[in-house]
DNA sequence: ATATTTAACTAACACTTGTTAGTTTGCTTG
DNA sequence: CAAGCAAACTAACAAGTGTTAGTTAAATAT
């Protein structure tokens, strides 16, 4: 039961093909292709095209708020959950970085689970906000414009699934120490 | 002739809606109901869907090929020529965000145009890569791993185009300071 | 006024899309 | 061996795709 099953297959051979084309320009034929069967021999396995993006996303979108949870509810401190979001980033994407793309790229073609990923994904923001803001009453974060801050890392962590597939030689704790440290400490002397 | 032409007008309405779905969701007839006419209509002045994503993403990519050729040539230091390069993302996202999507998330749709694209922004990312390496050496920069700050701007300053129109009241000026100080300094105290 | 240009239209094309129905094949289990 | 099942197949569909051809109406230039 805990092999990967030939609904697993599919998916995973369609995130691969979204990340390359997009969503709306892979076909059902194109993943039927890739998997040397055809196109309507997929549909003893999956229900629609969209169930594919929805397993996809929807799964990486929870397993984000489960980390978040996670950092929320311990007693880091400021910069050290930063540092952990930054790891929970890397982690999950070095995973998965085919249907991190689709994440990133291809979530307005949700159609029912739309507005349930968008949830997802403004609680997981404001949870980062909070982080930002409670730093900065501490004084461990500086006192700049707190969603530009925001912004910028969120930014950087969302594209790590374009990023990561380029650096064969992945050490996953180098590359969180070395990212943390730009992150929180900029590029100045 | 300085006026928008009807061609303009079409790219600009179908850059908009690159934006909401991706070239490869939008059709033609999507384009011609956004300005309320025919799709074969289109044809008279444009000769492709192709043509209009050639449009958009090459004199965009030119701009920044433009800009970077200015800030190469001046003898600015490194850090007040990565304050240029950010100021150069915010002029032209902002006068453009719906092209900068297009630029973002459709480069592979090009066809014929492709390898010229990817040319130039290989070219850029090289242009970027030699000021990062140039201020280390001179010592402006601190000696973090090149390609992580590298990654890390870059990444930031290709998302603006989702962020920019969120902020209604956008001061480029302000913004620009803003963020050049989170990317030069992070966001530790 | 006539001729020319611009930019819209209708109608149609060949092809591709996601999906369904019904069938066949080959393995596993009693 | 027979039955059941998983997973492939062929054939077809209705709708939607980019694009072309030919036409028409209004604005502009001669």
Redesign the interface.
């Known amino acids: 039961m805990k092999e990967e099953s030939r609904k697993d297959e599919i998916i995973n051979t369609a995130a691969k093909l979204f990340k390359?084309?997009?969503?709306?320009?892979v076909t059902m034929r194109d993943i039927a292709t890739a998997m040397g069967i055809k196109a309507a021999s997929l549909y003893n396995h999956i229900s629609s095209k969209q169930e594919i993006l929805k397993e996809i996303i929807i799964s990486l979108a929870e397993e984000f708020t489960q980390g978040m949870e996670f950092i929320k509810s311990s007693n880091f401190s400021s910069?050290e959950k930063?540092k952990k979001i930054v790891s929970l980033h890397i982690s999950i994407t070095s995973q998965n970085t085919y249907g991190m793309a689709s994440l990133n790229?291809?979530w307005?073609?949700l159609e029912e689970q739309l507005p349930y990923y968008l949830k997802l994904r403004s609680n997981y923001e404001n949870e980062f906000r909070k982080i930002?803001k409670e730093?900065i009453k501490k004084?461990?974060?500086?006192n700049?414009?707190v969603?530009?801050?925001l912004?910028?890392?969120l930014?950087?962590l969302?594209?790590l699934y374009?990023?990561i597939p380029k650096?064969e030689d992945l050490n996953s704790e180098e590359?969180s120490n070395?990212?943390s440290?730009?992150?929180?400490?900029?590029?100045?002397?």
Chains 1, 2 share one sequence.
Do not use: C, P, Q
């Open positions: 390359e084309k997009g969503y709306s320009a910069i930063l790229n291809d307005m073609h930002l730093g004084n461990e974060i500086a700049s414009d969603e530009v801050m912004f910028s890392m930014s950087t969302r594209s374009i990023w650096k590359l070395n990212l440290h730009v992150l929180i400490n900029g590029i100045n002397k």
